[in-house]
């Protein structure tokens, strides 16, 4: 069974530092990989996500992230955080088939001080 | 577009009262999901309908039920309220089918409490 893992719970930044967060998977075949990202009291939206081609992939915001095959992981990455990325991020994996289940990660609550 | 729409918006009930939780997509899409979210153990997914007919049990499918009424709506139904279903859930739908590449929308969620 897939299964997702996201190792920082609850990350905090000054504004203008870089931000790196961990998402790792585990499944042994084609994976599509998505982040989404859950302001305070809102739904979840999109902000990349990866299917094939480039690993490094660019969302919105100035977000992005890179697929490393070999070491099962989907980092996000922001070079300069604003207190305005205060929110929670999920990382989510969907295998590639007729298979529609989709697995997110316990989520990373990130916290940017002004 | 309205995209994902969720009913209610909260919603409290004693214990052993019984809900529908209802979903409802106007963007075509095949599949949709229910999912809790409590802190610190991000989404579980509950059932899943990867179409028109089909559901499936997700990780944490004990104490609901689902109907897929048609393409477009989705209910997720609570028989007899438990306090450990207090949570936050969410409906999700995405295209599904011809590709598995494709994002999932949200609703804006329904908070559940069960007193």
């Not at chain 1, 070491?71 to 990382?91: G, H, I, M």
Request: hydrophobic share 30%.
């Amino acid at each position: 069974a897939q299964s997702v893992s996201q190792h920082n719970h609850h990350v905090i930044l000054s504004e203008a530092a870089s931000l790196e967060l961990g998402c790792n998977y585990s499944y042994g075949g084609t994976v599509n990989l998505f982040w989404y990202v859950q302001y305070p009291g809102q739904h979840l939206q999109l902000l990349l996500k990866y299917f094939s081609g480039d690993p490094l992939v660019k969302g919105i915001k100035g977000f992005e992230a890179e697929f490393i095959k070999s070491k099962f992981s989907f980092n996000l990455r922001k070079p300069s955080v604003q207190w305005s990325d205060t929110a929670e991020y999920f990382c989510a994996v969907i295998t590639s088939g007729g298979y529609q289940k989709v697995t997110f990660g316990t989520g990373t609550k990130l916290q940017v001080i002004p | 577009n309205a995209g994902v729409t969720q009913t209610p918006k909260f919603q409290v009930l004693k214990t052993g009262q019984s809900m529908t939780l209802q979903c409802a997509q106007d963007m075509n899409h095949n599949s949709m999901y229910w999912y809790r979210q409590d802190p610190g153990m991000g989404l579980r997914l509950i059932y899943y309908s990867a179409s028109e007919g089909t559901t499936d049990k997700g990780e944490v499918p004990n104490g609901y039920n689902v109907s897929r009424l048609n393409k477009r709506e989705f209910s997720l139904r609570l028989e007899s309220a438990a306090p450990s279903q207090t949570s936050v859930y969410f409906c999700a739908s995405r295209a599904g089918l011809r590709g598995s590449n494709q994002p999932q929308h949200f609703g804006d969620g329904t908070r559940l409490s069960i007193l």
